[in-house]
């Protein structure tokens, strides 16, 4: 699974990807856990963060799989 | 409801026009947001947006299609602009068509609040705005800028030259002024793509009586009844609508008569304003004209485009210690490649360029100028080589300032390059370049080029994103680095090579490198595979 972080994401984990392989899916809850072993500066913006799955927010009941590719959104600013 | 999404890093056009509907919208409603020129209070020269291009664009198209189920318009076109946007700029454009004001006002003012909250893009930074200061002489502290503060003080601080037509002949590498539109539809009218027989789409006959010839060249209308068939070379105007085209090989002749063997389900035509109609844009403003599109600007009519004048750019180079190239050095002698490598980096800009070589004694060198150039002011862009750190003999910044230009910076915080001057004298640009060849080169990507942009009316280079084909170690340094770098595609993605370089006067890495990667201060090292981000510098994807 490639991971993506954007914005003020990219200065708590030092880069705008990574790779992570687990056999099966996993859920929102189980998926930040990963995270927040690897960049535990993570979790002070979870409050704020929404998960997406290839390119579309995800839901309380979306399943994250290995071939996925997710991004951890921030409070956006455009326009 | 038909929509037109853009992510881009160029300006966004002055003029823009609705998708096509056919003449059915009644209002055309557009939005720009602009940069503002303070943010939180202080005072700003850019903000830097940045974007998650797939999901935006997603993003944007699904808020649009769902509150057209509320406001049935037309018509959408949003465009928002990512990279360094400077103040007055457009960040976001949004143009919406509907057949009565009220839905596209309304749509338009939803969409806007919806974006705010759910698309993917972001104000990553603003950049602080540094007021011009009165030069001092010598190089102070406050005359230091960041890398983004630099390029940023340079777009705000150079001015579009007054544009001015030429002839399409003049016109490669220079830079549009406004949009060009499609005077009439292409094609003009409906034409045949085959060698065959035109007739009326749905007439069932079989056999069918030739009424006329006509080639590529001929404008014959006339309504084909049924049983008639018109005979048409490939590119022929068809005589009326409604019609479609038997391939010659489907028919068998017979005197003035033909016989229908095969009915192939495509018509064989094309129709008229199927590549453009009349009206819609073809080419923006701000752009560097290439080939494909003064071909386009021949096919519509324009033969006298509007673009910036041929710049004029006076290049010395200084030090004592340089020689011609064809001469071999003695102990302390360098052959001089500066001049090689300014030649060779203005290459895609239509210019005039002047060099001279001028002697490193600040009196001896104005008795020079004023001997080669009895009047100086007839350049655009002032490039000095050498001469511009604070050395004794290093009179690059008086020498500006005697030539009537305010010094904006004289110190860069990225290496290679950082001592670097920039002045201004009204609408002409200067820049004092450090001497070693690799300092030139940076500076040149990330100075000169923006300036040149900005001159000739284009929005100027942005850094794009790449990822590292290889580790780059030792690279820890209190300034960014803006660091020589080989790109290639590969896997589909721009992978960055670093290339060896032992100092700013390394020249050896000039053989392979043609982008320069940026390296954060104070960064030891970044594993293969780390997003970075680029400069292009010649090349691949330009310069």
Redesign the interface.
């Given at each position: 699974m490639r991971v993506?972080f954007?914005?003020q994401l990219k200065d708590v984990t030092g880069?705008?990807?990574i790779e992570l392989a687990f056999p099966s899916p996993l859920n929102g809850e189980q998926l930040w856990a990963r995270l927040a072993e690897q960049f535990p500066g993570l979790l002070a913006h979870r409050g704020n963060v929404r998960l997406?799955r290839n390119?579309?927010?995800s839901d309380a009941q979306t399943q994250f799989a290995d071939s996925d590719e997710v991004?951890l959104?921030?409070p956006?600013?455009?326009? | 409801m038909e929509i037109e999404i853009e992510l881009t890093h160029l300006p966004v056009a002055e003029k823009i026009f609705p998708p096509t509907t056919a003449g059915a919208h009644g209002a055309w409603v557009e939005f720009r947001g602009v940069v503002r020129g303070d943010e939180a209070g202080q005072p700003i020269a850019a903000l830097e947006y940045e974007a998650y291009p797939e999901m935006a664009g997603r993003e944007i198209r699904r808020l649009l299609e769902s509150l057209a189920i509320e406001h049935p318009c037309l018509a959408a076109r949003v465009i928002h602009r990512i990279g360094t946007i400077t103040v007055g700029e457009t960040a976001i454009y949004v143009g919406v068509a509907s057949q009565h004001r009220g839905e596209a006002l309304a749509l338009v003012t939803k969409f806007m609040n919806r974006l705010k909250q759910d698309v993917p893009v972001w104000k990553r930074r603003a950049v602080p705005f540094a007021a011009p200061r009165p030069a001092t002489g010598t190089a102070t502290t406050d005359s230091i800028r960041s890398l983004d503060e630099a390029i940023a003080e340079i777009r705000t601080r150079c001015q579009p030259l007054p544009p001015v037509r030429v002839p399409l002949e003049a016109a490669p590498g220079r830079v549009l002024r406004e949009p060009v539109c499609a005077p009439e539809d292409l094609p003009a009218h409906d034409r045949s793509t085959r060698d065959g027989y035109a007739l009326q789409a749905d007439d069932p006959a079989e056999t069918f009586q030739v009424v006329d010839i006509l080639h590529a060249v001929d404008w014959k209308p006339r309504t084909l009844k049924s049983g008639e068939a018109v005979r048409v070379a490939t590119g022929a105007g068809l005589p009326c609508g409604g019609l479609r085209v038997v391939m010659q090989e489907d028919v068998e002749r017979n005197g003035a008569t033909i016989k229908i063997i095969r009915r192939e389900a495509a018509l064989n035509l094309r129709r008229r304003g199927e590549d453009v109609r009349a009206g819609e844009l073809l080419v923006p403003a701000g752009r560097r004209l290439t080939a494909g599109q003064l071909a386009l600007l021949a096919a519509a009519g324009c033969t006298q485009p509007l673009v910036n004048p041929r710049l004029r750019i006076r290049h010395f180079t200084t030090g004592d210690e340089i020689i011609p190239p064809d001469q071999v050095p003695q102990p302390g002698q360098v052959r001089d490649s500066n001049s090689s490598l300014i030649r060779g980096l203005l290459q895609p800009y239509p210019c005039d360029l002047v060099q001279s070589h001028i002697p490193e004694n600040f009196a001896a060198a104005k008795q020079l100028i004023t001997t080669l150039d009895p009047q100086p002011a007839t350049f655009d862009l002032l490039l000095v080589s050498g001469g511009a750190s604070v050395g004794e003999k290093d009179f690059t910044r008086p020498l500006l300032e005697w030539l009537g230009f305010e010094t904006v910076f004289a110190q860069v915080e990225v290496r290679p390059g950082k001592p670097l001057i920039f002045g201004i004298n009204d609408r002409r640009v200067a820049f004092g370049l450090p001497g070693n060849p690799l300092s030139h080169f940076v500076c040149f990507h990330f100075a000169v080029a923006t300036a040149l942009a900005r001159i000739a009316g284009e929005s100027g280079p942005q850094f794009l994103r790449g990822r590292l084909a290889a580790p780059l170690t030792e690279a820890a340094n209190p300034r960014e680095t803006l660091w020589p770098a080989h790109l290639a595609a590969a896997d589909g993605e721009l992978r960055l090579r670093p290339l060896p370089w032992a100092s700013a006067g390394s020249v050896t890495c000039f053989a392979e490198a043609n982008a320069l990667l940026r390296v954060p201060a104070d960064c030891a090292s970044l594993g293969a595979g780390t997003g970075v981000d680029f400069l292009p510098a010649g090349g691949m994807l330009g310069a």
């Open positions: 993506l954007f914005a880069c705008d990807a997406a390119w579309e927010y991004a959104i921030p956006v600013s455009g326009g | -």
